[in-house]
């Protein structure tokens, strides 16, 4: 076997996830590495927390990025706040939904499922119903933005009636963050979990997480110690606490959070509002041609993520031969669908850096070729 150095091309990311990362961003992550000790890199991740901050709309003191990409960061969440014998309302509208549900599992939670049609948003109503069928409750959990559906559920109206049942929240966001309307303090939201490389536009391996101060109280009234060592967030605190006595933990990925910095930076130069605006502006353009091309879309428009673009693929259309040509001839990556979906629909991701007008001209020219 003979070896050679890698020289990936430069390709047009428009699936669910990495998404194109910004060349700024690029450019932070070749800053020289420095210690992960070193009191300039201390401060560094004393802005990051603050624009995570930002980014999540919250105050909440324990906000950090978890070390690890955003399956770990929704680990986090769950091993960190349910115990075994706590009973959790998990709302299952696709993938990401069945994966809340395995993390209860493997706590020993005792889950009680509210399912929905995947393609749609979780019903506001099944979850009430499930919230009053078990008082004993002591969480819900959700994904705000289905990746494998493209279904956007109501964040809000779900925290509210979790709120109104004494329950806890736990809120898949690692779509959402930065793409749509999303307040953690103004909402309610107790736990939250999201991703670097979704429409936050970094390298994939860093997960951005925060726990309100009841469920900071929750974790601290353990009976049992968090099965994760390296996840338990009373250790990982004192690593990421910014009152200047930082003690190791773990070795941070320091060039990745140079780059987790620059384009949390990036986002709150354009502020919140307008990259959520963008991301919208974008998918109406997309949608518009995507129709015109006679491609459907799964979800409701009331209910459609403009990040996440889930579409039929015509009767007779080869899947794979289609996002093949798409990447080999134009350099553009389109994804499969995921579970139910899969070979049924593509979906288009307009995620961060990727929500712009030339991609979304790029990628209905490419398709309008590949399909005639
Ligand atoms: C991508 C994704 C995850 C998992 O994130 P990874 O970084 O791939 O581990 C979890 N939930 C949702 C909704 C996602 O889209």
């Known amino acids: 076997m003979s070896f050679s150095h890698f020289f990936p091309p ?11 990362v910004s060349p700024q961003v690029l450019a932070a992550l070749s800053k020289p590495t420095i210690g992960h000790l070193d009191p300039l890199f201390v401060g560094l991740m004393d802005e990051i927390k603050a624009l995570l901050q930002y980014a999540f709309q919250t105050e909440n003191k324990l906000t950090m990025a978890v070390s690890a990409p955003g399956s770990a960061g929704m680990e986090t969440c769950f091993v960190n706040l349910v115990e075994p014998g ?20 493997r706590c020993g939670g005792e889950a009680v499922v509210v399912e929905q049609a995947w ?3 979780v019903d506001p109503q099944h979850v009430e119903e499930a919230l009053k069928a078990n008082a004993d409750a002591k969480f819900l959990a959700f994904v705000h933005a289905e990746t494998s559906t493209g279904a956007r ?40 979990y999201s991703g670097s490389q979704k429409c936050l536009s970094c390298v994939p391996g860093l997960s951005p997480v925060s726990f309100s101060d009841a469920a900071v109280e929750k974790i601290k009234a353990r009976k049992t110690p968090v099965q994760s060592w390296f996840l338990d967030q009373s250790l990982v605190m004192a690593y990421w606490s910014g009152d200047g006595k930082r003690s190791y933990h773990h070795t941070a990925p320091v060039n990745s959070l140079y780059a987790l910095h620059e384009s949390l930076l990036l986002l709150k130069n354009e502020t919140l509002e307008k990259a959520w605006a963008r991301h919208q502006k974008q998918h109406e353009k997309l949608a518009e041609g995507l129709k ?5 879309f799964v979800v409701p428009e009331d209910e459609r993520l403009p990040q996440l673009n889930n579409v039929y693929i015509p009767e007779g259309v080869d899947d794979a031969a289609v996002r093949k040509q798409l990447l080999e001839e134009y350099n ?29 001209a790029l990628c209905l020219a490419a398709l309008k070729s590949v399909l005639k």
């Open 86 to 105: 706590d009973k959790v309302i998990v709302c299952i509208n696709g993938v990401f939904g069945q994966r809340m549900l395995e993390n209860v599992k």
């Open 292 to 296: 015109e091309l006679g491609l459907d």
């Open 10 to 20: 430069q390709r047009t990311l428009m699936g669910p996830g990495p998404s194109d």
């Open 332 to 360: 553009l990556e389109i994804g499969a669908g995921l579970g139910a979906f899969a070979g049924k629909t593509w979906r288009i991701g307009l995620m961060g850096y990727a929500a712009r007008s030339e991609n979304v």
């Open 153 to 192: 559920s109501d964040a809000k109206t779900l925290c509210a009636l979790a709120k109104q049942h004494g329950c806890l929240t736990i809120v898949d966001a690692v779509t959402s963050l930065g793409g749509v309307e999303l307040r953690v303090d103004e909402w309610g939201i107790d736990a939250i």
């Open 119 to 121: 393609g749609r948003a």
